[in-house]
């Protein structure tokens, strides 16, 4: 036991070096995520208003109710209404910054229509819109409409969780798996086999530092935005929990990949397409739920990391529960060990 932990730690030693080195790695791990997430900040944080061609409204409550007001409301295009099946209350939606005016349906009670201040006169389009529709049995009851505070996440303070999956999801391809497919091409871990060094040694300490590197690069990146740009961090429980589990998710799904491939020159553009891949429909940047692309999300770990990270550091997520994300994490976490184990071979020519 002793024997295999001072190899475990000398192997961790060892391979940090290597990695720190290695000039790609360290510029996908730190540089790039920091010159990304300083140059978002200035941008967006510069300007927080935002004026919308049209208003997105959510409509949440009891079915039946819901689907009376979504048909009235589409008589108007510049209404894109989307029905909400959970409990988020209204003043969590108009903080996401997805929507501009809640419509809150409670079962045989007027219909209430929440909405900023900068938005009031969306409230008020509604409200006349469904005054004559109003599902109570007294018709002439009138609608209520409440101001929410301003306090809207926007800029960098929604898109803080994206940058932080889009740089761990570099440290997973080309921190990870690139560096791996291409120690194998070169025939290197051939040499451990001369030593006796333990097969699960080596994984864990090749796991082990890049564990390190994708929480030291989140640490980094958070400071940067909590301290210098003033994003605030809803649940920092949560957040530690979600981004100890996404880092040792996504470095294992990294090393998972590395098993199907002994030739970087193949590796390389299978990681470009997974890259953007990820970006497109890993709930990062875009909101995907409920159009036809939905599904894909499904596909990678990505996803469900996303949206846990939105929830914790906004409180709003748009496709998972917390609980939801957490488990398809676990899920690709197991997945992904397997494969990495299975398929690890000291000659990976005979594998």
Same mark, same amino acid.
């Given at each position: ?204 300490? %090749? ?6 590197? &994708?929480?030291? *690069? #989140? !640490? +980094?990146? $958070?400071?940067?935005?909590? =301290? ?54 890993? %709930? ?6 409920? &159009?036809?692309? *939905? #599904? !894909? +999300?499904? $596909?990678?770990?990505?996803? =469900? ?47």
């Amino acid at each position: 036991m002793n024997y295999n932990w001072s190899v475990f730690f000398s192997m961790f030693r060892a391979n940090l070096k290597e990695y720190t080195r290695d000039i790609l790695p360290f510029l996908f791990s730190f540089i790039m995520p920091v010159f990304f997430i300083v140059a978002y900040g200035v941008s967006k944080n510069g300007t927080q208003t935002e004026q919308a061609f049209s208003a997105n409204v959510a409509i949440i409550g009891s079915a039946n109710d819901t689907a009376k007001i979504e048909e009235k409301l589409k008589d108007f295009t510049l209404f894109k209404i989307q029905v909400i099946n959970s409990i988020e209350s209204a003043d969590t939606l108009i903080a996401s910054g997805k929507y501009q005016a809640v419509v809150s349906v409670l079962e045989n009670s007027t219909p209430q229509v929440a909405s900023t201040s900068q938005y009031l006169n969306v409230a008020t389009l509604i409200k006349k819109t469904l005054q004559g529709e109003v599902m109570t049995h007294a018709s002439s009851t009138d609608i209520p409409t409440r101001v929410v505070s301003d306090n809207r996440i926007a800029g960098l303070d929604y898109s803080f969780a994206a940058i932080l999956s889009l740089s761990l999801l570099q440290v997973a391809l080309f921190g990870t798996a690139a560096p791996v497919v291409t120690a194998k091409e070169k025939g290197l871990y051939r040499l451990f086999k001369i030593i006796p060094v333990p097969r699960m040694g080596l994984l864990g300490a %090749q796991v082990a530092v890049r564990f390190f590197v &994708s929480m030291l *690069q #989140l !640490l +980094v990146l $958070t400071a940067i935005a909590v =301290f210098v740009f003033n994003v605030p961090v809803k649940y920092p429980v949560t957040f530690i929990m979600v981004i100890s589990c996404a880092a040792l998710t996504l470095v294992n799904y990294g090393y998972a990949i590395a098993g199907f491939f002994n030739r970087m020159s193949m590796a390389s553009a299978f990681l470009i397409v997974l890259n953007f891949y990820c970006i497109f429909f890993g %709930q990062m940047f875009s909101d995907i739920n409920g &159009s036809s692309w *939905q #599904l !894909l +999300v499904y $596909t990678t770990p990505v996803g =469900f990391i996303s949206e846990a990270l939105h929830y914790a550091t906004t409180g709003y997520a748009s496709m998972f529960t917390i609980f939801q994300s957490m488990t398809g994490m676990l899920i690709y976490l197991l997945v992904s060990c397997f494969i990495g184990i299975r398929f690890f071979s000291f000659e990976p020519g005979k594998a």
